[in-house]
């Protein structure tokens, strides 16, 4: 249900990967918080069915398909969310994909390139679009999903830990050139989470499950609402003066 004073309240929130997962609880929870949420991703019948669901429950959700990995598309996206509801105050570029799989040298290129596009190239493509609309209005926060394979090898596909330094190291720079313009930019680094990829994986492959929560303090996957909330209060006032950081939502995992 909406509210009349959440945390995102008369804020409008551009949400990629947001069919499942991540992207799904924080397009519901962002619109509990009394954003209006345009929700990105590529098929289109789960977006509906989320975008639904927010409307029955007093909340606006304006659904743009589309793949990050293509210039247009987010263009396209941001463009229908400033038509539609008249700006843009926040982001949250959480699209992803990843793989268990090969060591390095056995890892086909296409494979590299494929995560690269999406983790990489398709922060890219939305910081690129994103923050000229939030310049012109002088102020807007960005979420950027890293990982704790931005830190360091976790055991996930080389490609994907190469990735995702280079998401952490994208925020930081985009932090660093528009912080005085108002623009904050950050990035989570999320640990295991129970996402429809993870799903498919420890269905593969069982013994994920464990080696996945090994290293952290609390050893299980988090819920994607528990990382959707860190997300919603980057995006708020609430972290008005956090910008440029990798804030780890990963039961501890980093610390230890």
């Known amino acids: ?59 606006r959700a304006l659904v743009t398909v589309g793949d990050v990995t293509e210039p247009d598309d987010v263009e396209r996206a941001v463009s229908r969310a400033v038509e539609e509801f008249g700006r843009l105050d926040a982001a949250f570029n ?9 060591p390095l040298h056995e890892t086909d290129d296409a494979v590299f390139r494929q995560i690269m596009d999406v983790n990489v190239q398709g922060v890219w493509n939305c910081l690129k679009r ?46 660093a050139e528009y912080g005085e313009r108002g623009v904050r930019v950050n990035a989570l680094m999320v640990g295991s989470t129970r996402t429809e990829l993870m799903e498919q994986a420890i269905e593969r492959v069982p013994q994920l499950e464990q080696a996945a929560v090994a290293r952290a303090i609390q050893q299980r ?14 995006c708020s006032d ?18 230890v």
Request: a positive charge; aromatic letters at 4%; charged letters at 10%.
């Open 94 to 102: 959480n699209a992803g994909w990843g793989s268990i799989g090969t």
């Open 130 to 175: 994103q923050i000229p609309v939030m310049l012109e209005q002088g102020h807007g926060a960005i979420v950027n999903t890293c990982s704790t394979a931005g830190s360091f090898a976790t055991g996930a596909i080389a490609p994907y830990v190469a990735a995702k330094h280079a998401v952490l190291g994208l925020t930081k720079a985009a932090a």
């Open 221 to 234: 996957l988090a819920d994607p609402l528990e990382v959707a909330r860190a997300a919603a209060w980057l």
């Open 1 to 59: 249900m909406a509210t009349s004073h959440g945390l995102l309240q008369h804020r409008t929130v551009m949400i990629t990967g947001a069919s499942s997962g991540i992207g799904a609880a924080a397009a519901r929870l962002f619109a509990e918080q009394g954003a209006a949420v345009v929700l990105m991703a590529r098929r289109v019948e789960k977006l509906r069915t989320i975008a639904g669901d927010i409307a029955a429950a007093g909340g």
């Open 238 to 255: 609430q972290a008005s003066f956090v910008t440029g950081a990798g804030v780890p939502v990963d039961g501890g995992c980093s610390a």
